[in-house]
């Protein structure tokens, strides 16, 4: 019964290579997002939908494409990784932009590009 | 625009002490404000919140009131445990996003 789920936990692969990560939620929210947290545990948004409709993009560099095949789904493709992309990626989903609701965070996938 | 500052971790302290993590925030108009903990290899959970100025919030000991004139939201406890071991992560909400400070870590030594 977890609430927002990622997969996989881990992912370790070689620069150049496109990989996805899946994220999942079951609380009915409508709105979904992705997160990255650097080695030193800073975390930004990298992008937010609504009801499938992406709404943020911060500045993330065109090689990272998100996917929302419906509202309980958000996924996020990667293009030609580079050493730089190791990081930990929070897929999250809320209520309603803008509410004083939080937001529930998965688990993380641990990215890591050799 | 709107940001959101913690104090600068590591913060270590020995079992029983009183804990305060210091929070402040810049923001347009009046956001909920909101304390995450991140355990060691999990997600973000919530550990409290407070949506409007003088709100306190609290959970599992933990206490933060909202303070809208000195823009602050501390973390507090009375007595941590070597359970609570963690980064506290403060964030505000605007209508967009969760902005989130950059986190402070926390270990407790028995």
């Known amino acids: 019964d977890t609430a927002v789920s990622q997969t996989p936990k881990y992912l370790v692969t070689q620069m150049g290579n496109d990989k996805s990560i899946k994220c999942e939620q079951n609380l009915g929210h409508d709105t979904m997002y992705w997160y990255k947290q650097d080695s030193k545990k800073f975390l930004k948004i990298m992008f937010s939908?609504?009801?499938?409709?992406?709404?943020i993009n911060e500045t993330v560099p065109n090689r990272f494409s998100p996917k929302s095949p419906d509202k309980a789904h958000l996924n996020l493709h990667i293009n030609s990784l580079e050493l730089g992309d190791s990081a930990v990626y929070f897929c999250?989903?809320?209520?309603?932009?803008?509410?004083?609701?939080?937001?529930?965070f998965g688990q993380g996938t641990r990215l890591t590009v050799v | 625009g709107n940001s959101v500052t913690q104090m600068e971790g590591p913060v270590t302290l020995s079992e029983e002490a009183f804990l305060t993590i210091n929070c402040t925030y810049t923001?347009?108009?009046?956001?909920?404000l909101f304390w995450y903990v991140q355990y060691p290899g999990e997600g973000l959970q919530l550990l409290l919140k407070?949506?409007?100025?003088?709100d306190k919030g609290s959970n599992k000991g933990f206490e933060a009131t909202y303070r809208k004139e000195t823009t602050s939201f501390h973390l507090e406890k009375g007595s941590v445990q070597v359970s609570d071991s963690a980064v506290y992560f403060c964030a505000l909400n605007t209508p967009r996003k969760l902005i989130f400070g950059q986190g402070t870590e926390l270990s407790v030594k028995p």
């Open positions: 407070a949506t409007k100025a003088d």
């Open positions: 939908y609504n009801n499938k409709e992406l709404i």
């Open positions: 923001a347009t108009g009046y956001p909920s």
């Open positions: 999250a989903s809320s209520p309603l932009t803008g509410s004083g609701t939080e937001a529930f």
